[in-house]
C-alpha cells in the first residue's frame, strides 16, 4: 500500500467517517508492506499484510474477465494531467496495469481485486473492504467491475468518493443515483459525473 494513500482512508465501521492513523512494521521505499491501521472513533484496529488493507472487506474471488480495456478506461474517465487517485473495483482491477501506463503519475487503488491483483505501490495499492474505504471527494475517478456495477450500494460508494465533476464508469444497466448525472451510455458501459 501506497503509504500517502494512508492520508485518504476512512474507517470502514458504521459510525460517521474517520480517518485511519497508520502503525506501520515494515515499510519498502514508500509502500507499508505490513502493519496496522487503527481507528480513533470505534477503536477497531485492521491488519496490512503482504500489502493489502485488509479493512474488513471479503475475501479475492477468482478472476472474472471482462474487465474494460485500459485504453476504453482511460478515455471514459476522461483524465488529463497527473496527481490523485482512481480506483478500481473488483474485476475492474484486471486491466490496471494498463490503466496505469497511460494515466501517467495517477495513483490506482484496487478495491476487492480478484486473485492475482497484488500490491504495487506507488502504481497500484490494494484494499479489501465492504465500501469504498476512502474519504468522501477524494478520488479523480472510479471504475466499477461488472460485478459491481448494478448494485446500488457500490454506485452510491464510488459517488460518494469521487469529486465533484469527476467521473464513474461501469458496465451493464445505467444506474438510476441522484449523486450522479449520466454522461453517456453504449455498448453495454455507461459514464457519469458526480454531482
Ligand atoms: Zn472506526
Known amino acids: 500500500m501506497f503509504i500517502e494513500l494512508t492520508d485518504h482512508l476512512r474507517c470502514p465501521a458504521d459510525h460517521p467517517e474517520h480517518y485511519l492513523v497508520l502503525l506501520p512494521d515494515r515499510i519498502v521505499e514508500r509502500s507499508v508492506l505490513a502493519g496496522r491501521l487503527g481507528c480513533p472513533v470505534c477503536g477497531r484496529t485492521y491488519a496490512v499484510a503482504e500489502g493489502i488493507a485488509e479493512l474488513d472487506g471479503p475475501p479475492p474471488g477468482p478472476p472474472l474477465g471482462g474487465a474494460l480495456d485500459p485504453a476504453a478506461m482511460h478515455v471514459l474517465l476522461g483524465l488529463g ?33 480478484p486473485v492475482g491483483v497484488t500490491d504495487a505501490a506507488p502504481l497500484l495499492s490494494v484494499v479489501r473492504a465492504p465500501l469504498v474505504p476512502l474519504k468522501t471527494r477524494t478520488l479523480r475517478g472510479v471504475v466499477l467491475g461488472a460485478e459491481v456495477s448494478t448494485d446500488p450500494h457500490w454506485v452510491r460508494e464510488a459517488a460518494r468518493a469521487t469529486l465533484p465533476g469527476l467521473r464513474v464508469v461501469g458496465q451493464g444497466r445505467a444506474p438510476a443515483v441522484a449523486e450522479l448525472e449520466l454522461l453517456a451510455s453504449a455498448d453495454g458501459h455507461w459514464v457519469a459525473a458526480r454531482r
Open 81 to 113: 494531467g497527473p496527481g490523485g487517485y482512481a480506483a478500481l473495483v473488483g474485476s475492474a482491477a484486471e486491466s490496471w496495469r494498463g490503466l496505469a501506463e497511460t494515466l501517467a503519475g495517477v495513483a490506482l487503488v484496487a478495491v476487492n481485486p
